[in-house]
């Protein structure tokens, strides 16, 4: 009856460590905001206009002869065309939330 008392105080404690750790962990998810749940606005209107921009420099530098540079801004120019075209779709394919 000896060797009991000390394995049931171990795993007493180690039960009670092991609820505690879960709470606190489970305490901190429920508390915490979701990545998804911060609202994230884009300026279609002003991507497009900079990537406009980013078109009429990659031009002047294909005149002025400078290639790479000119590959650079047009790259840049795609990409900001692709996030104002994935802003609009987003927009425009959101659906409101159930309690609206």
């Known amino acids: 009856m ?7 105080r171990t795993l007493t404690a180690l039960l009670a460590t092991t609820l505690l750790a879960g709470g606190v962990l ?7 905001e979701p990545a998804a749940a911060r609202t994230i606005t884009c ?4 991507l497009r206009a900079d990537a406009h921009k ?7 530098l294909k005149r002025l002869g400078a290639t790479t540079e000119a ?4 790259a840049r120019a795609d990409a900001l065309e ?3 075209q994935a802003c609009a779709d987003a927009d425009n394919n959101s ?5 609206k």
């Open 26 to 32: 489970l305490g901190q998810t429920v508390t915490a």
């Open 71 to 74: 590959r650079k801004a047009f």
């Open 54 to 60: 980013e078109r009429d420099r990659g031009n002047q």
């Open 43 to 46: 300026n279609v209107s002003k």
């Open 2 to 8: 000896r060797h009991t008392k000390p394995a049931r």
């Open 95 to 99: 659906k409101p939330p159930l309690w």
């Open 82 to 84: 692709r996030k104002a």
